[in-house]
């Protein structure tokens, strides 16, 4: 029998609702409206995309959305100004540099200067810190989408073995840190591992997140398996456009998995709503409000 379509799209519309449902609440009860503040540094046209959709789907949930758009040749004491700025600003709950940023730019350095309380990407060290030794942080949107997703197939996830391909701060790492406070068994596995297809064939859970278009196969996976898949690598079509494809041969999987995350439509749908998220969390405890429910 085929897997199930793990629908991302439904999903994450799903919980921008919730998102827009507290918002209203928040403006109505306290009359505070959650801010976030995005930072892009140069014209990369697939983060001017991303940028534009955090943008719109900030403004869509009721929230203020401030962009600040910065040449590719900016120097980094502008950017820590502009940080510094935004730390400071009580509009401002949540602040986000959209990566990669332009060479030359120091982005550990930028990112440590962001106030861990507005952190919304949950890369400060502080937070990432905080995820890896098991306490509440701010933690980075794709893994906590990862974790939603699973969640709409495993009502638990206790004692599940799950391996995550790829290690990157972005998504593999604290990914793996979110599925060890979920109670789940995690392999960490990357470019360099070895008997990868094995160690695949052992998950009851798979995470690939590295970026190599199609290079999990059907037969690495267990039958039954969940299979999330992270990677978006944009490949040249015969009629000269372009598409989408994933770190997971989707036909392959879809012959032994349980339920698999399309690309696109999957992982990618659930970043964003998960911004939004975290942006709504940090303008609770920035407020001394009580965490949100969603
Ligand atoms: N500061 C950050 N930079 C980057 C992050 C991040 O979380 N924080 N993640 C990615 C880019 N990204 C958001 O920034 C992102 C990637 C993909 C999608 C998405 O909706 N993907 C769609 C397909 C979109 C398309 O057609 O191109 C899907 O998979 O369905 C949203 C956001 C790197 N940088
Ligand atoms: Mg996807």
Redesign the pocket.
């Known amino acids: 029998m085929a897997a199930s379509i793990i629908d ?1 799209k439904v999903i994450a519309a799903d919980l921008r609702a919730q998102v827009a449902g507290e918002v209203t609440r928040m403006k109505r009860d306290h009359g505070l409206t959650p801010g976030l503040a995005v930072v892009l540094v140069g014209n990369d046209p ?2 001017e ?2 940028v534009r ?2 943008h719109k789907q900030t403004q869509a949930a009721g929230m203020a959305s401030f962009e600040h758009m910065l040449p590719a040749d900016v120097v980094q004491a502008d950017v820590l100004a502009l940080i510094a700025e935004l730390n400071a600003d009580a509009a401002v709950h949540g602040i ?5 940023l332009p060479k030359g730019l120091d982005t550990e350095a930028i990112i440590a200067a962001i106030d861990p309380a507005k952190d919304v ?1 949950g ?1 400060h060290p502080y937070n990432a810190g905080r995820l890896a030794g098991g306490l509440s942080a701010l933690s ?3 893994p906590l989408g990862c974790i939603i997703l699973t969640k709409s197939v495993h009502s638990s996830l206790e004692g599940l073995d799950a391996i995550v391909i790829g290690r990157s701060n ?1 998504v593999g790492r604290p990914l793996v840190q979110l599925l060890l406070n979920e109670n789940a068994t995690v392999t960490i596995a990357h470019s360099r591992s070895r008997n990868l297809p094995e160690l695949c064939r052992r998950a009851d859970l798979v995470y690939a997140a590295v970026g190599k278009a199609e290079m999990v196969r059907g037969d690495w996976l267990k039958p039954g398996a969940t299979v999330i898949d992270v990677g ?1 690598t944009r490949v040249p079509t015969t009629d000269g456009k372009t598409r ?1 494809i994933g770190d997971v041969a989707f036909d392959e999987a879809m012959q032994v998995a349980g339920a698999v995350t399309p ?7 659930m ?2 709503a998960c ?1 939004l998220v975290n942006t709504l969390r940090a303008a609770c405890a920035i407020s001394g409000l009580p965490a949100p429910t969603v």
Request: glycine content about 14%; aromatic content about 4%; some cysteine.
């Open positions: 991302g697939a983060s995309v991303y959709s955090k986000l540099v959209q990566l990669p990407d890369l980075p949107c794709t972005l978006i989408l690309v696109p439509g999957g992982v990618g749908q970043t964003v911004l």
